[in-house]
C-alpha cells in the first residue's frame, strides 16, 4: 500500500520560513519523480516545485527564488523549504509522487498519489 505522509506546516509571519517533508513508502522511492503542489481556498490546486530522479528541479514562478526542493534518497523524504513566506503563500500543500518528467509534474500530469495535505498559514 502506497503511502505519500506531509508533515511540517503551521502558522507563520510574513517573512519567516517553514520546512515541510513528506516520506512516501510503499512505491520505488527512486523511480518517482516528487512534488509540491498546493491549494488556497477558492482557488485551484497549483503546481509549486518538482524534483526529478538526478535532482532536477522545476519551480513555480511565483515562489521560484525562495523555496527549494530536495530529497534524501535513503529517508524516502522530500523536503520544501520555504523562506521569505508571504500571506498569498497562504494553503493547503501536498506532497505527490509520480512516473512523470518534472516539467509534466508540476502540471499535475501524471501524478499517481497525493498525500492528504498540511496547512500552511502566513500572517501579514
Known amino acids: 500500500q502506497v503511502q505519500v505522509v506531509e508533515s511540517g506546516g503551521g502558522l507563520v509571519q510574513a517573512g519567516g520560513s517553514l520546512r515541510l517533508s513528506c516520506t512516501a513508502s510503499?512505491?520505488?522511492?527512486?523511480?518517482?519523480?516528487m512534488g509540491w503542489f498546493r491549494q488556497a481556498p477558492g482557488k485551484e490546486r497549483e503546481g509549486v516545485a518538482c524534483?526529478?530522479?538526478?535532482?532536477?528541479?522545476t519551480y513555480s514562478d511565483s515562489v521560484k527564488g525562495r523555496f527549494t526542493i530536495s530529497r534524501d534518497y535513503a529517508k524516502r523524504t522530500v523536503y520544501l523549504q520555504m523562506n521569505s513566506l508571504r500571506p498569498e503563500d497562504t494553503a493547503t500543500y501536498y506532497c505527490?509522487?509520480?512516473?512523470?518528467?518534472?516539467?509534466?509534474?508540476?502540471?499535475?500530469?501524471?501524478?499517481?498519489?497525493w498525500g492528504q495535505g498540511t496547512q500552511v498559514t502566513v500572517s501579514s
Open positions: 524534483i526529478g530522479r538526478s535532482a532536477i528541479t
Open positions: 505527490a509522487a509520480g512516473r512523470s518528467t518534472v516539467a509534466r509534474c508540476l502540471r499535475g500530469i501524471d501524478i499517481g498519489y
Open positions: 510503499g512505491l520505488s522511492f527512486d523511480d518517482y519523480v
